[in-house]
């Protein structure tokens, strides 16, 4: 339960399609880039609405709020902001007029932006990006919430305030890969656990909770750190870059709200900066003490047979089987194998619900749309029938998740589906 609030209260994030925000063209300049590493237009964009222009609603249990313009228009959006004023709201966390942004703005991670990175980010919103003249919408947190000054008490409590600091143990590629994930790219914004005041329990490597998995938004961002199972202790730095660079490799496809950091972000950085976030990522230590996955090939045959002895299997064979195969390894890259799968054994079913119920957004990296993506399985299949299959998928194989009761996918179908109001998650369109 703790969790479901912590996703409601500050999550966000929406997918900006390619067209809208021309994002096929190569960073023109190094604010550019800064800004796709930080990935601002995933949560300053509405699908069908101007780059940058804000409006994106994010639920939050005491009310709704939504990203502000951050176009250059003196009126209505960042116009008249001074490099200062903007230094103080991306890293600081404070508006022009002084008000305390809620952490909703990743401001805890974006404190470690260089100077320079701070300097070259203003430039671009100021000279590069098209001033759009639309009004932000007020917050709908009212009475005593309402109030902001609470956000300066916990910005005292839970801020590592700070540029991030070079760690003399560990070369250039490791210190560019941590200054990545811990701060530009926020990585931990949904990887990392929450505390009771939602605040993430590490900023960087030196925690342990740091990326260890957490529940956000009706999907659960997995462990990345070097758990054998349930980690990316299984994955090689190189399928990690391929799967930052591509949302592909062999051994899974990105599904869920991984969706706006690939078609946002990551693809667009230089191959020198994915393999450093890479090699930082693998040298995170594993907090559970894990053994090494080991294919078993019991479910293969049980399926081959044609003859399931379980509910799930039956389930399996009449609507996944298809393209993920009886053998669980899919058709890599491209239909992810669930053997073995980091994603499959993350003992958060959330996201594997989700998925099976509503499928994910279209992942289009640099303008190139997948041709191939999940079906969803809302109309189709009971709750029954899914938890029986993602019970199956979770025990085959060699893998050894917990099960998946109805009652879990019952709980996941109202505050996932699109046409109702009782909609917790906090990607609203
Ligand atoms: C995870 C979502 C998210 C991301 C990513 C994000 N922002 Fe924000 N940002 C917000 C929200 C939400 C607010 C408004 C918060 C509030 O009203 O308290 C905000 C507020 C701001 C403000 C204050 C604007 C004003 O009018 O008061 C600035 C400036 C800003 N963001 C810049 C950026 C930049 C630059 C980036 C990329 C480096 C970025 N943001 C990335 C969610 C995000
Ligand atoms: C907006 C939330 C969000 C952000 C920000 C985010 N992720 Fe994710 N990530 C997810 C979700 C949800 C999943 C699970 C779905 C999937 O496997 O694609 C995921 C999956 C992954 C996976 C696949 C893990 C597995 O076990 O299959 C990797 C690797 C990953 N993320 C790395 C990163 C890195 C590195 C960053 C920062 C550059 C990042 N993520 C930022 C939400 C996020
Ligand atoms: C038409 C082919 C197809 C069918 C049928 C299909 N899937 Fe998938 N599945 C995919 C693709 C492609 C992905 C990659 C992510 C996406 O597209 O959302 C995926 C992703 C997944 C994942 C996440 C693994 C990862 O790392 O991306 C799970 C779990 C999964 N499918 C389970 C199932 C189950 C259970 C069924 C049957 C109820 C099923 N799939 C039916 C194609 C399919």
């Known amino acids: 339960m703790k969790t479901k609030i912590f996703a409601a209260m500050l999550v966000v994030l929406g997918a900006v399609p390619l067209a809208q925000a021309q994002q096929t063209a190569p960073p023109a300049d190094k604010g550019e880039y800064v800004a796709r590493a930080g990935d601002c237009i995933a949560c300053h964009s509405v699908v069908g609405g101007k780059p940058f222009a804000g409006g994106l609603k994010m639920g939050t249990p005491l009310g709704a709020i939504y990203s502000t313009n951050i176009t250059p228009d003196p009126e209505t959006g960042i116009g008249n902001y001074s490099l200062a004023d903007f230094d103080r709201a991306v890293r600081g966390g404070v508006a022009k007029d002084g008000h305390n942004l809620y952490p909703a703005m990743p401001y805890p991670s974006y404190a ?80 990392t656990p929450r505390g009771l005041a939602f605040q993430e329990k590490g900023l960087d490597a030196s925690s342990g909770a740091f990326l260890q998995g957490a529940e956000l938004d009706a999907w659960s961002a997995p462990n990345l750190r070097g758990d054998l199972r349930t980690g990316l202790g299984g994955w090689s730095k190189d399928e990690l870059a391929s799967f ?15 969706i706006d950091v690939l078609n946002n972000s990551t693809p667009y950085l230089s191959d020198d900066d994915v393999n450093a976030m890479a090699a930082y990522l693998k040298s995170l230590p594993a907090t559970t003490q894990q053994a090494a996955y080991v294919y078993n090939d019991a479910a293969t045959k049980e399926l081959q047979s044609g003859k399931p002895q379980q509910p799930g299997a039956a389930v399996y064979l009449g609507n996944c089987v298809s393209c993920h195969g009886a053998d669980g390894k899919g058709q890599a890259p491209f239909i992810p194998p669930l053997a073995g799968n ?38 189709q299949l009971t709750d029954d029938e899914i938890a029986q299959a993602l019970s199956f998928i979770r025990g085959a194989w060699g893998n050894d998740a917990p099960a998946v009761t109805s009652a879990q996918v019952k709980a996941m179908r109202p505050i996932t589906d699109p046409s109702s109001d009782r909609v917790i998650v906090l990607k609203m369109r």
């Open 112 to 191: 470690k932006i260089t100077d320079d990175d701070v300097r070259a980010l203003y430039d671009f919103f100021m000279k590069q990006v098209p001033p759009v003249k639309q009004a932000n919408k007020p917050s709908e947190i009212k009475g005593v919430m309402g109030i902001r000054w609470p956000l300066a008490i916990w910005n005292m409590l839970f801020m590592d305030k700070g540029v991030y600091v070079a760690k003399k143990d560990h070369d250039d590629a490791w210190n560019r890969g941590a200054y990545l994930v811990e701060g530009l790219e926020h990585c931990g914004a949904c990887h």
């Open 244 to 258: 930052l660079k591509t949302g592909h490799n062999d051994k899974a496809v990105a599904f869920g709200s991984m």
């Open 342 to 379: 980091p994603a499959v054994l993350d003992g958060i079913p959330s996201s594997l619900i989700n998925l099976v119920l509503n499928s994910a957004e279209p992942l289009v990296v640099k303008g190139m749309p997948d041709a191939y993506r999940m079906p969803q399985y809302r109309v």
